[in-house]
T-cell receptor
Framework: AQSVTQLGSHVSVSEGALVLLRCNYS??????LFWYVQYPNQGLQLLLK??????LVKGINGFEAEFKKSETSFHLTKPSAHMSDAAEYFC???????????FGTGTRLLVSP | GAVVSQHPSRVICKSGTSVKIECRSL??????MFWYRQFPKKSLMLMAT?????????EQGVEKDKFLINHASLTLSTLTVTSAHPEDSSFYIC??????????FGEGSRLTVL
C-alpha cells in the first residue's frame, strides 16, 4: 500500500530563511504527489502537485517542490520564509488510476521574526 | 479554483443525538467525494469514499452504521454522525474529485459532542 512519510513534525525557521519540508513516498510506480497547506480550523489548500510532467513543480505563494524518483522524494521548498507561511503542511500521494489520497503525518512550520 | 463548501463549520451537540454535515461542490459536478477525519495535531484519516447514486465505500475500522454517508446528487454528499458520543468529537473534512486528477477540499466542520 502507498505510504507517505514526512520527516519532522515541526520545522522552525526565521523570517527570510529557506524553508525545506521533507516528503518521501513508497511506491514502485511514481504516484501523483501533492502538497497541501492547512491553517488553523480550516480545510486544505493545494500548494502544488506533480503529475508526471516536469519534475520541478512551482506552486502558489512562492513554494516549489522537486520530484526525485531515485530518492522517492518530493520535498517542498521556499527560498524566503514569510510570517504568513506558518501553518501545517501535508504531503499526499495518489496512485494513478485511483482517487484516494494518502496523507503524510504533517509538518508544522513555525516562522519567527 | 474549484470551490467545495461544507456546512456547518462548527456544531455542538449533546451525546446521543445525530448530526448531519453537508459537503457541496459549488462550481463543478463531483461523481466522487471523500470524507476525512482529523484528530488534533494529527493527519487526515480517510473515512469513506462516496460515489453519486451508490453506497459509500468505508475504510477499514470505520463504522458505517455510525457514520452514514449519502451522495444524493453530483454536487452534494452528506455525513451523518449517528448517536454521537464525545469520542466522535473531531474535525471532519470532505473533498470532491473533479475528474481531472484533482481534489478540492471543504473548509472542514468541527464537531463537539458534549
Amino acid at each position: 500500500a502507498q505510504s507517505v512519510t514526512q520527516l519532522g513534525s515541526h520545522v522552525s525557521v526565521s523570517e527570510g530563511a529557506l524553508v525545506l519540508l521533507r516528503c518521501n513516498y513508497s511506491s514502485s510506480v511514481p504516484p501523483y504527489l501533492f502538497w497541501y497547506v492547512q491553517y488553523p480550523n480550516q480545510g486544505l489548500q493545494l500548494l502544488l502537485k506533480y503529475t508526471s510532467a516536469a519534475t520541478l513543480v512551482k506552486g502558489i505563494n512562492g513554494f516549489e517542490a522537486e520530484f526525485k524518483k531515485s530518492e522517492t522524494s518530493f520535498h517542498l521548498t521556499k527560498p524566503s520564509a514569510h510570517m504568513s507561511d506558518a501553518a501545517e503542511y501535508f504531503c499526499a500521494a495518489m496512485n494513478t488510476g485511483f482517487q484516494k489520497l494518502v496523507f503524510g503525518t504533517g509538518t508544522r512550520l513555525l516562522v519567527s521574526p | 479554483g474549484a470551490v467545495v463548501s461544507q456546512h456547518p463549520s462548527r456544531v455542538i451537540c449533546k451525546s446521543g443525538t445525530s448530526v448531519k454535515i453537508e459537503c457541496r461542490s459549488l462550481d463543478f459536478q463531483a461523481t466522487t467525494m471523500f470524507w476525512y477525519r482529523q484528530f488534533p495535531k494529527k493527519s487526515l484519516m480517510l473515512m469513506a469514499t462516496s460515489n453519486e447514486g451508490s453506497k459509500a465505500t468505508y475504510e477499514q475500522g470505520v463504522e458505517k452504521d455510525k457514520f452514514l454517508i449519502n451522495h444524493a446528487s453530483l454536487t452534494l454528499s452528506t455525513l451523518t454522525v449517528t448517536s454521537a458520543h464525545p469520542e466522535d468529537s473531531s474535525f471532519y473534512i470532505c473533498s470532491a474529485y473533479t475528474g481531472a486528477g484533482e481534489l478540492f477540499f471543504g473548509e472542514g466542520s468541527r464537531l463537539t459532542v458534549l
